[in-house]
């Protein structure tokens, strides 16, 4: 009988057992290690935005996490940061919009 490295892959496979990895979540401890974090973060959500201006979906991303760690001030940034890229996308309006509703700032909605 002779296996080609193609059953032999197949049946490895078949015995694998899922891979339940689940990343640990992250505990912050001191405002320092938070701001570093944050740091990193918006390091990374700025990378991406400077790689695709166009892509909405990294601003909508960037200023929900700003909105998560309650800057709003942030957030409000990003969206305004957008909104000189792509002013006639009503969605990026209402998500602005929402998201000052949302956290009690009526007028600046």
Known sequence: IQITAEQ????????????L???????IT???ELKSY????????EDKIRKNRNLTSHWYKYSAWEESQQDFARAR??????MHIDYRNPAMWQR???????NGFLNHA
Do not use: C, N, T, W
């Not at 944050?38 to 959500?45: H, T």
């Not at 940034?77 to 957008?82: D, F, I, K, L, M």
């Open 38 to 45: 944050q740091l990193g973060k918006r390091k990374e959500y």
């Open 8 to 19: 032999i892959l197949r049946e490895a496979k078949d015995r694998q057992e899922p891979e």
């Open 77 to 82: 940034s990003v969206y305004e940061r957008a």
């Open 21 to 27: 990895f689940v990343p640990p979540k992250q505990k």
């Open 96 to 102: 602005y919009a929402e998201m000052e509703m949302r």
């Open 30 to 32: 001191d405002p320092q």
